[in-house]
């Protein structure tokens, strides 16, 4: 595939401004469902952008870091896999799971990021003792500058150097094997759920589950309502949940007015 300098500069600078995002901005512009089609339109195909980012998305939707422990990235690992699916023509499964290895990348690069400025905490701690928070601004200014710019060199390099190639590597890949791949990155998201579902585990919730999973069938028995299935199960969900969170608010508010025993003063 071709590319341009402007595709170059673009590229690095969603990944500059998502990679802050993850930590430091608004936690949510750095997910692949939104990532995937920004990448994709700069590249020229939006739809696959969205089609490999929802992808990823599922995948990742249970990760979340525990203490010191990160992750696969989700930038890396989400742009790259749009990367890989429109400038070598990976089918959005297989593209996931090839984009994987970069992920892991992502996540040892956080983690050296995090390693080399825990010394600096000491010098943030010195400076809210002086009452210097220009001091403060500044650690972290450098530290969102260094961790967007490690980022978009990464997947900048990838971009360039390894767009041709891996059109090159995914023409010499067996029939076998890329299947292989996409049976890997479908199951990919399934996993991503079970990890959803372990930290959300619940005697409490275990009967919305199971609705979901029978609507869930029901409706993409119908062909007609496939396409717009997860639509069609989230609204549903949403009533199911907003439903509970009205009965739950009324009990609350009957449960009160029973105990108030009144003021100090008559009244009518």
Known sequence: MNFNILQIILIFLVTFVVAID????????????????????????????????ATYQLMTIGNMPVGGAQPPNAVIGGIVSVIFAVTSGLEPNAAVAAAIPFALLGQYGVTIIFTLM??????????????????????????????????????????????????????????????????????????????????MVSRDLWGFFFIGFALAVIVMANESLSGSALLIISLIGFALAFWDYQVHVGLKNVSAAANFEGGEEDGI
């Open 118 to 199: 825990s010394p600096v905490m000491a010098k943030a701690d010195q400076y809210a003792k002086d009452a210097d928070p220009k001091g403060i601004e500044k650690i972290n200014y450098f530290a969102m500058i260094l961790l967007g710019s490690i980022f978009g060199i990464i997947v900048v390099l990838f971009f360039i150097a390894g767009s041709s190639f891996g059109a090159k590597l995914a023409a010499m890949i067996p029939e076998t094997l890329m299947h292989g791949l996409g049976v890997a990155g479908g199951m990919m998201k399934f996993v991503g759920f079970a990890v959803l579902l372990r930290l």
């Open 22 to 53: 993850q930590f430091s901005f608004l936690e949510s512009l750095y997910q692949p469902i939104i990532t995937g089609p920004v990448i994709g339109a700069i590249l020229g195909d939006m739809h696959t952008g969205l089609i490999v980012g």
